[in-house]
């Protein structure tokens, strides 16, 4: 564990627990989130899918 993530959790350890929970609940969530993007963003469909929309996007100027 790196030193930032470590002060950070030394931190979150002084919260009362209702907060340190809702810390752990939030941080969880995010993990499993970032988990369940890169999964999607590692099917080889996703090029397929997110190509178009991304020239789509860049070809379109009020963007």
Do not use: Y
Request: charged letters at 30%; glycine letters at 0%; proline letters at 8%.
């Amino acid at each position: 564990m790196n030193q930032l993530l470590q002060d950070a959790f030394n931190r979150a350890a002084d919260l009362p627990p209702e907060e340190q929970d809702r810390f752990a609940k939030f941080l969880l969530a995010e993990l499993e989130a970032d988990q369940q993007w890169n999964q999607l963003f590692d099917r080889p469909e996703s090029d397929e899918l997110l190509s178009p929309l991304a020239n789509e996007t860049l070809a379109d100027p009020a963007a």
